[in-house]
């Protein structure tokens, strides 16, 4: 079957623009969690949605960084007045379940987000 | 936090040679996950161990788990050059949320 998918794959942006960045996951998987990830590092956790809800959005680095997921499927993950250290790989990946279980995460490609 | 540290952060390794990884963190986990990523993009689950197991196999890959000493390692065997990529842990807490990585090492299997 289909894995997780994100889109677009790169987006270049300038300094203080918006942007939207989208993740379809694996069909039935009611948990979907965001990370970014910075060249060299491991993968930051953003984000923790439970079908529509966030579980756990203590990640989010400020107050520009907002996600949603109002159908408990597709989710997307906004940044307003993106600055150059926004700059990062954001990757996004669905689970079966978030809690307790089985918890192996399905990672999608990727979105490379470059702000000039 | 419960931060997964992976050693060495980089491995370099003839083709056919073991590899070994390790990870360590800091607080009680539910689980720990090993991740392989290519060119920086797109994670690939490689084998999840739970608190109570102790050592797991799966084809090349053999992950052992010491809670006691809150370390991980993992093994691969006969190396092969596509092998080559980043390696990571990643731990799951108790109430099965919070999900934290390593910085990773990075695998060179030299042909």
């Known amino acids: 079957g289909a894995g997780v998918s994100q889109t677009p794959s790169n987006k270049v942006t300038e300094k203080g623009k918006y942007v939207e960045l989208r993740c379809d996951p694996i069909?039935?998987?009611?948990?979907l969690y965001w990370y970014r990830q910075s060249l060299g590092q491991g993968p930051e956790f953003l984000i923790y949605?439970?079908?529509?809800?966030?579980?756990?959005d203590s990640g989010l680095p400020n107050d520009r960084f907002f996600a949603v997921r109002p159908e408990g499927s597709v989710s997307t993950l906004k940044i307003q007045r993106t600055e150059r250290g926004d700059s990062a790989v954001y990757l996004c990946?669905?689970?079966?379940?978030?809690?307790?279980?089985?918890?192996?995460?399905?990672f999608g490609p990727g979105t490379r987000l470059t702000v000039l | 936090s419960q931060q997964g540290e992976e050693d060495p952060q980089a491995l370099s390794i003839q083709e056919g040679e073991n590899a070994t990884m390790n990870c360590s963190y800091k607080?009680?986990?539910?689980?720990l996950q090993w991740y392989r990523q290519n060119s920086g993009r797109g994670l690939v689950h490689l084998i999840l161990?739970?608190?109570?197991?102790r050592e797991k196999h799966s084809g090349r890959l053999r992950v052992t788990l010491d809670t006691s000493k809150k370390s991980s390692s993992l093994l691969i065997t006969a190396s092969r050059a596509a092998d080559t990529a980043s390696y990571f842990c990643?731990?799951?807490?108790?109430?099965?949320?919070?999900?934290?990585f390593g910085p990773g090492t990075r695998l060179s299997v030299l042909p």
């Open positions: 069909s039935g998987h009611t948990a």
């Open positions: 949605f439970q079908g529509t809800g966030a579980a756990d």
């Open positions: 990946a669905s689970s079966l379940e978030g809690t307790s279980g089985y918890n192996e995460q399905f």
């Open positions: 607080t009680s986990i539910n689980n």
């Open positions: 990643a731990t799951m807490d108790n109430y099965g949320q919070n999900f934290v």
């Open positions: 161990i739970r608190s109570n197991e």
